[in-house]
Structures are given as C-alpha cells and as structure tokens.
C-alpha cells in the first residue's frame, strides 16, 4: 500500500526559492514539507551553480592580482595548481553551506523528502523516493520552485564528456589546454575567467556583436578589454556549424557572419547559450497550469498559476533567472498563501557578473531606455578619478546613475569594477526608495573607498564633482 502523507503546504525544489519558502513558512507556523532529490536543502545554486562557481571565481581573482602585483614590484612566480586540493576547497564550501541548511530545516521542524515530485492533480502529487519506493503527498498548497537547466546544442555530440556544460565545467576534472567557450553570457564568461586563470587557453564564441548583450555598452566595455588580454581569442557575431569529435579533441567549424567558415581543435568545449526552466516531465499538464512558449509557468503578481492550489517561483515563472529574485518570490508567495496582501513588483532586480572587473545594474538601463524611446540623463563617474581605485590598481571602472530629467529621480545604476556587485545594493535601494540624485549626493560616504563612486556620479550631475570637472547646473 503507498504511504500517504498530508501537509497544508507543499514545496517542491530546495533551491534558493524553495528552501526560503519552507523556512518562512515554518516560521509562519505553517505545516510544511520541503520535497528535493539533494541530500540538503540548496538546489542548483550551492550544489552545482551559484556557490562552487564563485568559489572559483576568488581563486581566479587571486591568480590575476597576483600577476598584476608585478607591476608593483612584487613578484609570486608562477601559480602550481593543485586540481585535486581546489576541487576540495569548492566542496567544502558547498558541502557546509548546505549541512547549515540542513540543519535549519531540523531545527524549524521542516521535514526533507528525498525524492523527484511528479504532480498528479491540483492537490495531490507522488514523490519517487531517492531511497527507493513512493509517497503520495495531498495538500492544500503547492509551491513549485523546480528550478532551470542548461541549454543544450541538440545538433552536436552531448554524449562526448568533452562537450561540457556549465555543470560539467565545475566539477573541473581536469584542465583543458584548450577550450571553446560558446556563449558570451555572464555564465560563459565567468567559467572562462576560471579556465583561463587556472592556465587553459580559451576562446569564446558569441553569435551577437558583443559580450553581455543586453547589458550597456559602457559597461562592458571594461570587462571586454579586460578578457581580450586573457582570453585566446573573442569572436563575436559568429557561430558554432559543427563539433565533430575525434580522438583528438573536438573539431568545430566557425561561422562568421563576414567571411568563410573556420575549423578549430579544442579540446574541450563549454555550452553556456542560456537556461530553461524545469516546467516538463513534473505533472503539469494533470492541472489547469499555463505554461508559455519557452516553458515558463503563467502566474499573477502574488506567484499564483492558474490552478488556484499552485504557485510557482523562481526560474520556472521567467527571467531574470536569479537565485535573489527566487527569494523574494518566496516569500511574496508564502505571504499570499497565509492571506496577507502582498505582490512581486520590484522597481530594481540587481543582476551582477562574477569576472574581473565584475559587472552589476539594476533598475532602467540605458539600453531599455533607447529601446522604450525614454528620455533621461546619465551621470558618469570614472574610476580613473578614484582615489581608492588608484590604490588598488583597477582605475578601469564606472560607475553611472540613470536620472529622469524632469524630477532627477534615480530609474537606475550600473557599475563595472572591482566589488561592483557588493556596490550595487545602494542602487537597488535608491530605486526602491524613489531616491533622488540629491539624495545620494548630500549621503557622506566614506573615504577613501569606492562606495565614494556613488554618491560623485551625482555630483557629477549637478556639475559640482570635487574630482570631475563637468559645467555646473544651476539648481
């Protein structure tokens, strides 16, 4: 006979979302249970996403200041990378990240089912337990926090362990003299900041005109100049034909948009061309859910589907896919569910690029402003005119507001160098807040720091910048 169990509210996933709304709903005095395959609580993000990459990433940024040092007279020689004792170190970071989530889930009294949930009706679903065996689940609520996976190139050999997506890459099992990066996302270009740094020679590959599409120009542009010197090579507006695997290594036809095709050996390559959500093969189609043309759940502002039982967060529900708009759901979702009056409406999702220099915005871009046809002002700060970026040798940073030019409101930020993710918190709370340029202008900031980037880039607006000269506007 299958085991029954019944909960009031059911999460399914335990990823950042997932874990936040178990833990919030708990805390709510909900009766809840968190269902994932994962021995803890973390999902994609701290076991094969978000955490081990970033661990990477500062060993990646250590290897680069270390070299940079010898323009100062300091000289390390060499990196002798040791794969077995890194690897060791990603795994400790994630392996006590997730043990502390396990550990909040006892300590909440939020039971973890191992196991894949498949959804059989609008309040019921079996769980495949990772033990073996089955469960059904029936309840009153279900939230679905199932998450996204990478994208594949269908067309090539994906069988081949040589053809590495971004999961692949972090398990790092060993190092590549060469590898072929396709895709010129934050996701490419971040694994290959690690590759390179680590000692592969690598190549991106990019179908668009630049790095980053979607992000402004002026932001990129640091990074881009950046990795042209680390990197084999950046080929942009150009496609990937072919992979045809050899004993070799992987042979790959090139296609630029201008020109003949090109073959190249590599002997890896990394997929990075995006994400898709985790909306197929979970019972979906037993409910009145809607899902859309890329696979994303439909829901309304409080994170409820079309099936009034069901709500869904995160990656399943739409760009932009991050673990700290899945968080923020959750608890918009929770909320709901408990009867309070709650929506999802940020102003401001901050998105942020772990390389080096990193690359943070949030709020309006100027690139969605030209595309809206919005009129507003922006307010450059360079870094070349940082005291504190002097010191540390990364002049090559910005920092800019997007104003609206009738009530010199800040719509926006963006910031391209060292730190800018930790930086661009300030520009998230500016746009929430419905701060004026004013406002950040007359805030003390200390010195000498590059939170100082901030509060020049509005006085750069006003014309009244200590450090850029810029003619003033008489207020």
Not at 88 to 108: E, H, N, P, Y
Not at 355 to 379: F, N, Q, S
């Amino acid at each position: 006979m299958t085991e029954v169990l019944r909960h009031d509210l059911v999460v399914v996933g335990a990823g950042p979302g997932g874990y936040a709304a178990a833990f919030l709903a708990a805390d709510l005095g909900m009766d809840v249970i968190l269902i994932d395959p994962e021995p803890n609580p973390g999902g994609v993000c701290l076991f094969r996403g978000c955490i081990p990459s970033k661990s990477l990433l500062h060993v990646a940024k250590l290897i680069h200041e270390a070299e940079q040092a010898e323009e100062w007279g300091v000289v390390f020689g060499k990196p002798n990378v040791d794969l077995d004792r890194l690897r060791g170190f990603k795994q400790d970071v994630v392996d006590r990240l997730t043990g502390g989530l396990g550990q909040l889930a006892t300590q909440r009294k939020v039971p973890h089912l191992r196991g894949m949930a498949t959804i059989v009706g609008p309040t019921e679903l079996d769980v495949e337990r990772v033990e073996g065996g089955s469960v059904r689940v029936e309840f009153g609520h279900a939230i679905l926090a199932t998450g996204s996976r990478p994208t594949e190139l269908s067309a090539f050999p994906n069988e081949d362990p040589r053809l590495m997506d971004s999961t692949a890459a972090l398990e790092m099992d060993e190092l590549p003299e060469t590898l072929l990066v396709v895709g010129g996302g934050y996701i490419g270009l971040e694994l290959g900041s690690v590759y390179s740094a680590l000692g592969s020679r690598v190549t991106v590959v990019e179908m668009t005109d630049g790095l980053l599409p979607g992000a402004d120009r002026d932001l990129v542009r640091p990074l881009a100049k950046r990795l042209e010197a680390q990197f084999e090579a950046i080929r942009l507006s150009t496609k990937v034909a072919t992979i045809d695997a050899a004993d070799d290594g992987l042979h790959v036809s090139l296609e630029p948009a201008e020109g003949p095709a090109e073959s190249h050996r590599f002997d890896r390559v990394l997929v990075a061309i995006g994400r898709r959500p985790n909306s197929g093969g979970i019972g979906l189609e037993t409910t009145k859910v809607q899902i859309d043309g890329d696979g994303f759940v439909s829901v309304d502002a409080q994170l409820r589907t079309t099936e009034p039982t069901l709500f869904a967060i995160g990656d399943l529900v739409g760009q932009p896919m991050l673990a700290h708009k899945a968080s923020h759901e959750a608890r918009v979702a929770v909320e709901a569910i408990a009867g309070e009056k709650v929506a999802f409406d940020p102003a401001a999702i901050p998105a942020v690029v772990f390389t080096d220099p990193e690359v943070a915005w949030c709020g309006l871009t100027e690139t969605e402003a030209k595309l809206a046809g919005r009129k507003i002002e922006v307010a450059r700060f360079p870094w070349g005119a940082s005291g504190r970026a002097r010191t540390i040798g990364r002049e090559d940073g910005l920092t800019k507001l997007i104003l609206d030019p009738q009530t010199e409101r800040v719509l926006g930020m963006g910031i391209v160098g060292a730190g800018a993710g930790e930086l661009i918190a300030e520009g998230v709370l500016a746009v929430e807040m419905a701060a004026l340029a004013g406002d950040l202008r007359l805030t003390i900031h200390p010195h000498p720091t590059l939170s100082e980037t901030v509060m020049e880039s509005a006085e750069v607006y006003f014309g009244q910048s200590t450090h850029v000269y810029r003619p003033s506007r008489r207020r």
